[in-house]
């Protein structure tokens, strides 16, 4: 499958405004991998204070970008009955190579390492231009939306 834009993210991620941070899929292919774009900018909030005078995309906000990009994968591969529901597990191996600044489009790289419904490993790389900025594991739990009622 080729990719996609800003209006079909919306749909398959419960995530908004502020803290959507994936703009658009370039590559998709189901159970195996996904690019993603972040379009960095000076008008997102967390610059106001990371850091005045020198803003720096915070790595953890680099993280969970690229986790959208990996969750948005698994949504599009589940097949269910009902709306899946992705859970991000956790994070191994994080290295932030160099600073993300406004006016950088980070392209996330994301490949499954290994699926063993519910989780999923996957190996995502962030870069900016031809520069590996971040990279890391990522583990989640992918399950069905449960009816209302806790």
């Given at each position: 499958m080729s990719g996609f834009d800003i209006g079909t993210i919306l749909n398959t991620l419960p995530h908004r405004?502020?803290?959507?941070?994936v703009d658009r899929i370039a590559e998709l292919e189901e159970n195996r991998r996904i690019v993603g774009i972040k379009n960095v900018t000076v008008n997102e909030p967390f610059f106001?204070?990371?850091f005045p005078g020198r803003?720096?995309?915070?790595?953890v906000l680099i993280l969970e970008a690229m986790a959208q990009v990996g969750g948005v994968l698994a949504f599009?591969?589940?097949t269910a009955t009902s709306r899946p529901v992705v859970y991000l597990t956790g994070v191994e191996h994080a290295k932030f190579r160099?600073?993300?600044v406004p006016g950088d489009q980070?392209?996330?790289e994301i490949e499954v390492l290994k699926k063993r419904p519910p989780f999923?490993?996957?190996q995502g790389k962030a870069y900016v231009g031809d520069d590996l900025v971040c990279e890391a594991e990522l583990t989640a739990m992918v399950t069905e939306e449960k009816a209302e009622g806790r």
């Amino acid at each position: 499958m080729s990719g996609f834009d800003i209006g079909t993210i919306l749909n398959t991620l419960p995530h908004r405004y502020p803290f959507l941070l994936v703009d658009r899929i370039a590559e998709l292919e189901e159970n195996r991998r996904i690019v993603g774009i972040k379009n960095v900018t000076v008008n997102e909030p967390f610059f106001q204070g990371h850091f005045p005078g020198r803003p720096i995309m915070p790595g953890v906000l680099i993280l969970e970008a690229m986790a959208q990009v990996g969750g948005v994968l698994a949504f599009k591969s589940f097949t269910a009955t009902s709306r899946p529901v992705v859970y991000l597990t956790g994070v191994e191996h994080a290295k932030f190579r160099k600073p993300v600044v406004p006016g950088d489009q980070i392209r996330f790289e994301i490949e499954v390492l290994k699926k063993r419904p519910p989780f999923w490993k996957m190996q995502g790389k962030a870069y900016v231009g031809d520069d590996l900025v971040c990279e890391a594991e990522l583990t989640a739990m992918v399950t069905e939306e449960k009816a209302e009622g806790r």
